[in-house]
């Protein structure tokens, strides 16, 4: 009960004990003065302690029964007739009786409530508990969820970057995944940590930095425009290629758990990077030879269909130089396979310095070259073959200090006065070449 209630309680308890004593003393004087009444009035003591009982004072009961017990004591003493004492003896008697049946019913009802209060608190230890593994699975299941949506959204993040074939693509879709996921933050990559603090710091220790407060952290020139950020870099083939940075006007709005998740997403798009340039390395490697840096023989078999393709819709020629050094055997025999790899790159270049911007140099195997000439008719291209042959029988091909020298033999056909497929025109050309050597090498057939 409230403070407010404790008065009126104190005084309804004050007006019990007030009104058992006042009966009590009622009682005890009416037997005193009439003795011969006291097996009538005497059972009045019975009715006062289940009266005192029922208002639950639990102490007067067993106090007015001691009380009683004395004056029934005195008044069998006094009481004239044997009837009289035996039946004020049955009435004591029965008084205590009565006292021991109401502590009976007051210990089994204390038991009952000290076993309710019992349970109670068993019952509210076990909401406690229960209201405490709630919390608990709460928060284990936002944990989970969130590991779940991290994971969702990584899984997104490797087919969206994954199918992207431009670096500057993947950076621009990185900086839109983050942004995201951090709609509260600025989001953006650098290229290098010159002009700015933050990245700056990355790049030193080329790990994620995460700051939650710049007004607490020592700056190496002026304050700079966040108040929490966040940078890491992006590293491919164990290099930085980029950082990436989040920053926000708010202290403290990044976690490290965030830095992980971002890191997480940096990592991804760096990985995508090293993929494409895996697959630029292939490609070039497909492409171009790699001793010569002319165009590959793949390569030549592709571009020699189109290119026959686009002079057949437009009715214009096209014609094939194919080009084989001299003796390279013997060459390599005399001065070695690096005298020969140097020769082979150096006639690369001589070839390649006779094509103009729309033809086609390319090593067509071992010591074989070829040149695809759109728009040229053979004679053309016979004349343009007589000056590669020339220029390169000028060429003293040093080694060592040792000039070493070398030709070339040159077989020339055309579209579409010699062929009109690609196997056919490559088939004619190598005819022609071996004819030339046939006839006594260092010159051209067309």
Known sequence: M?????????????????????????????????????????????????????????????????????????????????????????????????????????????????????????FDAGIRDDERDLKYYRAYQETIGGQIRLRRDLAETARSLGSITDSREVYRRLVEIVAERFPEARVQVLADAASDPMVGLAAQRQSPVLVKDSSAQEWPASAPGFASAMALPIKVMRQPAGFLKLESDQAGAFTPEDLRTVDLFGTMAALSLENIQLYEHVHEAAVHDPLTQLYSHRAFQQRLREELLRAGRGQTPLSLILCDVDHFKLYNDNYGHQAGDQLL???????????????????????????????????EAVALAQSIRARVAEEPFVFQGYRTGATMSLGVSSFPTDATTASQIVRIADERLYKAKHNGRNQVVG
């Open 2 to 122: 409230g403070p407010a209630f404790g008065p009126l309680m104190l005084g309804k308890r004050s007006a019990t004990l007030l009104g058992a004593n006042l009966l009590f003393a009622a009682i005890s004087v009416q037997l005193v003065l009439r003795p011969d009444m006291a097996v009538g009035v005497y059972p009045f003591f019975g009715a006062l302690a289940l009266w005192t009982d029922f208002r639950r004072e639990s102490e007067l009961p067993i106090i007015f029964t001691f009380l009683a017990t004395l004056v029934g004591i005195l008044l069998v003493l006094r009481c004239a007739t044997g009837v009289e004492r035996a039946a004020l003896a049955v009435e004591i008697g029965g008084l205590w009786i009565l006292d021991w049946g109401i502590g009976l019913y007051r210990g089994r009802d204390l038991a009952d409530q000290r076993e309710i209060l019992a349970k109670r608190l068993v």
């Open 345 to 379: 790159r150096t006639l690369a270049a001589i070839l390649a310095s006779f094509a103009r911007p729309v033809d086609f140099p390319a090593r067509y195997g071992g010591e074989e070259f070829c040149l695809i000439l759109p728009n040229v008719a053979r004679a």
